[in-house]
T-cell receptor
Framework: GAGVSQSPSNKVTEKGKDVELRCDPI?????LYWYRQSLGQGLEFLIY????????KSGLPSDRFSAERTGGSVSTLTIQRTQQEDSAVYLC???????????FGPGTRLTVL | DQQVKQNSPSLSVQEGRISILNCDYT??????FLWYKKYPAEGPTFLIS?????DKNEDGRFTVFLNKSAKHLSLHIVPSQPGDSAVYFC?????????????FGKGTKLSVIP
Protein backbone atom coordinates (compact mmCIF):
# COMPACT_ATOMS: atom_id res chain seq x y z
CA GLY A 1 0.00 0.00 0.00
CA ALA A 2 0.99 3.62 -0.43
CA GLY A 3 0.03 4.87 3.01
CA VAL A 4 2.02 5.53 6.16
CA SER A 5 2.83 2.30 7.97
CA GLN A 6 3.84 1.80 11.58
CA SER A 7 5.16 -1.14 13.53
CA PRO A 8 4.44 -2.79 15.82
CA SER A 9 0.71 -2.19 15.99
CA ASN A 10 0.71 -3.08 19.67
CA LYS A 11 3.52 -3.16 22.20
CA VAL A 12 3.30 -4.23 25.82
CA THR A 13 6.37 -3.64 27.93
CA GLU A 14 7.43 -3.55 31.53
CA LYS A 15 8.23 -0.35 33.33
CA GLY A 16 11.88 0.55 32.94
CA LYS A 17 12.41 -1.18 29.60
CA ASP A 18 13.31 0.61 26.37
CA VAL A 19 11.03 0.48 23.32
CA GLU A 20 11.45 1.37 19.66
CA LEU A 21 8.57 2.35 17.42
CA ARG A 22 8.95 2.46 13.66
CA CYS A 23 7.35 4.62 11.00
CA ASP A 24 7.51 4.25 7.21
CA PRO A 25 6.23 7.46 5.61
CA ILE A 26 4.64 7.78 2.21
CA UNK A 27 7.31 7.60 -0.45
CA UNK A 28 8.46 11.04 -1.52
CA UNK A 29 7.12 12.83 1.54
CA UNK A 30 9.82 15.06 2.98
CA UNK A 31 8.08 15.96 6.24
CA LEU A 32 7.50 13.44 9.04
CA TYR A 33 5.77 13.99 12.36
CA TRP A 34 5.29 11.99 15.55
CA TYR A 35 2.27 12.52 17.80
CA ARG A 36 0.88 10.65 20.75
CA GLN A 37 -2.67 10.30 21.97
CA SER A 38 -3.17 9.47 25.60
CA LEU A 39 -6.52 8.14 26.78
CA GLY A 40 -9.23 10.76 26.46
CA GLN A 41 -6.87 13.35 25.04
CA GLY A 42 -6.26 14.90 21.66
CA LEU A 43 -3.17 14.27 19.63
CA GLU A 44 -0.04 15.79 21.15
CA PHE A 45 2.82 16.86 18.89
CA LEU A 46 6.17 15.24 19.72
CA ILE A 47 8.74 15.82 16.97
CA TYR A 48 9.03 16.94 13.35
CA UNK A 49 11.56 16.09 10.63
CA UNK A 50 11.90 18.04 7.40
CA UNK A 51 14.38 16.77 4.83
CA UNK A 52 17.93 17.07 6.09
CA UNK A 53 17.19 19.92 8.48
CA UNK A 54 17.63 19.57 12.22
CA UNK A 55 14.42 18.13 13.71
CA UNK A 56 12.05 20.17 15.85
CA LYS A 57 12.09 18.29 19.15
CA SER A 58 10.07 20.87 21.06
CA GLY A 59 7.21 18.47 21.82
CA LEU A 60 9.24 15.66 23.36
CA PRO A 61 8.05 15.33 26.98
CA SER A 62 11.36 14.28 28.49
CA ASP A 63 14.92 13.32 27.60
CA ARG A 64 13.86 9.67 27.72
CA PHE A 65 12.27 10.27 24.32
CA SER A 66 14.35 10.49 21.15
CA ALA A 67 13.78 9.98 17.46
CA GLU A 68 15.81 9.67 14.33
CA ARG A 69 15.08 9.55 10.65
CA THR A 70 17.51 7.63 8.50
CA GLY A 71 18.08 8.54 4.88
CA GLY A 72 15.17 10.95 4.92
CA SER A 73 12.70 8.08 5.04
CA VAL A 74 12.09 5.61 7.88
CA SER A 75 11.87 7.03 11.39
CA THR A 76 12.30 5.40 14.77
CA LEU A 77 10.93 6.80 18.03
CA THR A 78 12.77 5.46 21.07
CA ILE A 79 11.52 5.66 24.63
CA GLN A 80 14.07 4.74 27.27
CA ARG A 81 13.21 3.53 30.77
CA THR A 82 9.50 3.52 30.02
CA GLN A 83 7.04 4.74 32.63
CA GLN A 84 3.35 3.95 33.00
CA GLU A 85 2.43 7.48 31.91
CA ASP A 86 4.07 6.72 28.55
CA SER A 87 1.16 4.40 27.76
CA ALA A 88 -0.59 5.91 24.72
CA VAL A 89 -1.13 5.49 21.01
CA TYR A 90 1.87 6.83 19.11
CA LEU A 91 0.98 8.15 15.67
CA CYS A 92 3.26 8.99 12.81
CA UNK A 93 2.26 11.28 9.93
CA UNK A 94 3.95 12.45 6.77
CA UNK A 95 3.33 15.24 4.30
CA UNK A 96 4.75 16.06 0.92
CA UNK A 97 6.08 19.37 2.18
CA UNK A 98 6.03 21.22 5.45
CA UNK A 99 2.59 22.84 5.32
CA UNK A 100 0.81 20.23 3.25
CA UNK A 101 -1.89 17.89 4.52
CA UNK A 102 -0.57 15.36 7.00
CA UNK A 103 -1.39 11.70 6.38
CA PHE A 104 -1.42 9.47 9.42
CA GLY A 105 -0.41 5.89 10.00
CA PRO A 106 -2.55 3.50 12.06
CA GLY A 107 -0.50 4.08 15.19
CA THR A 108 1.29 1.91 17.75
CA ARG A 109 -0.56 1.26 20.99
CA LEU A 110 2.02 1.20 23.76
CA THR A 111 1.11 -0.25 27.14
CA VAL A 112 3.60 0.03 29.99
CA LEU A 113 2.83 -2.33 32.85
CA ASP B 1 -4.19 25.14 28.64
CA GLN B 2 -6.23 23.72 25.78
CA GLN B 3 -5.96 25.90 22.71
CA VAL B 4 -8.42 23.84 20.69
CA LYS B 5 -11.57 22.71 22.44
CA GLN B 6 -14.25 20.29 21.39
CA ASN B 7 -16.71 20.55 24.23
CA SER B 8 -19.00 17.71 23.16
CA PRO B 9 -17.33 14.33 23.71
CA SER B 10 -20.15 12.58 21.86
CA LEU B 11 -23.06 13.22 19.53
CA SER B 12 -25.85 10.96 18.28
CA VAL B 13 -27.75 11.76 15.10
CA GLN B 14 -30.41 9.96 13.12
CA GLU B 15 -29.43 8.79 9.64
CA GLY B 16 -30.37 11.37 7.02
CA ARG B 17 -30.32 14.29 9.44
CA ILE B 18 -27.65 16.95 9.84
CA SER B 19 -24.66 16.41 12.13
CA ILE B 20 -23.05 19.55 13.54
CA LEU B 21 -19.70 19.22 15.29
CA ASN B 22 -18.31 22.26 17.04
CA CYS B 23 -14.81 23.47 17.83
CA ASP B 24 -13.52 26.55 19.67
CA TYR B 25 -9.99 27.90 19.76
CA THR B 26 -8.21 30.44 21.88
CA UNK B 27 -5.00 31.18 19.95
CA UNK B 28 -5.57 34.15 17.65
CA UNK B 29 -2.42 33.17 15.71
CA UNK B 30 -4.20 30.12 14.26
CA UNK B 31 -4.99 30.74 10.61
CA UNK B 32 -5.60 27.28 9.15
CA PHE B 33 -8.07 24.74 10.45
CA LEU B 34 -8.63 21.09 9.64
CA TRP B 35 -11.02 18.30 10.48
CA TYR B 36 -9.83 14.72 10.74
CA LYS B 37 -11.97 11.61 11.05
CA LYS B 38 -10.80 8.54 12.96
CA TYR B 39 -12.15 5.02 12.98
CA PRO B 40 -11.11 2.60 15.76
CA ALA B 41 -7.64 1.09 15.29
CA GLU B 42 -6.90 3.40 12.37
CA GLY B 43 -5.01 6.66 12.10
CA PRO B 44 -6.86 9.96 11.61
CA THR B 45 -7.90 10.67 8.02
CA PHE B 46 -7.97 14.20 6.65
CA LEU B 47 -11.50 15.32 5.89
CA ILE B 48 -11.70 19.02 5.10
CA SER B 49 -9.87 22.24 5.86
CA UNK B 50 -10.41 25.98 5.83
CA UNK B 51 -8.13 28.97 5.70
CA UNK B 52 -8.82 32.01 7.86
CA UNK B 53 -9.42 34.12 4.74
CA UNK B 54 -12.61 32.15 4.14
CA ASP B 55 -15.71 31.62 6.23
CA LYS B 56 -16.98 28.50 4.49
CA ASN B 57 -15.59 25.52 2.63
CA GLU B 58 -17.69 22.77 1.14
CA ASP B 59 -16.83 19.29 -0.09
CA GLY B 60 -19.76 17.08 -0.93
CA ARG B 61 -21.73 16.32 2.21
CA PHE B 62 -19.17 18.09 4.40
CA THR B 63 -19.09 21.84 5.05
CA VAL B 64 -16.84 23.67 7.46
CA PHE B 65 -17.81 27.12 8.73
CA LEU B 66 -15.36 29.50 10.37
CA ASN B 67 -16.33 32.44 12.59
CA LYS B 68 -13.05 34.22 13.30
CA SER B 69 -14.51 36.86 15.60
CA ALA B 70 -15.98 34.13 17.80
CA LYS B 71 -12.95 31.86 17.36
CA HIS B 72 -15.35 29.09 16.47
CA LEU B 73 -15.63 26.58 13.67
CA SER B 74 -18.13 23.87 12.93
CA LEU B 75 -18.37 20.86 10.67
CA HIS B 76 -21.73 20.09 9.09
CA ILE B 77 -22.47 16.68 7.61
CA VAL B 78 -25.62 16.51 5.49
CA PRO B 79 -27.15 13.99 5.16
CA SER B 80 -25.52 11.90 7.88
CA GLN B 81 -24.84 8.26 7.07
CA PRO B 82 -24.03 5.30 9.35
CA GLY B 83 -20.54 5.16 7.82
CA ASP B 84 -19.90 8.63 9.22
CA SER B 85 -19.84 7.15 12.72
CA ALA B 86 -16.32 7.90 13.95
CA VAL B 87 -14.35 10.27 16.18
CA TYR B 88 -13.88 13.71 14.62
CA PHE B 89 -10.89 15.83 15.56
CA CYS B 90 -10.60 19.55 15.00
CA UNK B 91 -7.04 20.80 14.45
CA UNK B 92 -5.43 24.18 13.92
CA UNK B 93 -2.07 25.64 13.03
CA UNK B 94 -0.66 29.16 13.12
CA UNK B 95 0.51 31.20 10.16
CA UNK B 96 4.14 31.97 9.48
CA UNK B 97 7.10 30.06 8.15
CA UNK B 98 7.35 27.70 11.10
CA UNK B 99 3.69 26.79 11.15
CA UNK B 100 3.59 23.06 10.67
CA UNK B 101 2.58 21.99 14.17
CA UNK B 102 -1.04 20.99 14.42
CA UNK B 103 -2.86 21.49 17.71
CA PHE B 104 -5.72 19.03 18.11
CA GLY B 105 -8.90 19.02 20.15
CA LYS B 106 -9.86 15.96 22.18
CA GLY B 107 -12.37 14.78 19.58
CA THR B 108 -16.12 14.24 19.31
CA LYS B 109 -17.48 10.75 18.85
CA LEU B 110 -20.30 10.82 16.29
CA SER B 111 -22.82 8.01 16.20
CA VAL B 112 -25.22 7.96 13.26
CA ILE B 113 -28.21 5.81 14.06
CA PRO B 114 -29.79 3.92 11.14
Amino acid sequence: GAGVSQSPSNKVTEKGKDVELRCDPISGHTALYWYRQSLGQGLEFLIYFQGNSAPDKSGLPSDRFSAERTGGSVSTLTIQRTQQEDSAVYLCASSQRRKDTQYFGPGTRLTVL
Amino acid sequence: DQQVKQNSPSLSVQEGRISILNCDYTNSMFDYFLWYKKYPAEGPTFLISISSIKDKNEDGRFTVFLNKSAKHLSLHIVPSQPGDSAVYFCAARPGGSGSYQLTFGKGTKLSVIP
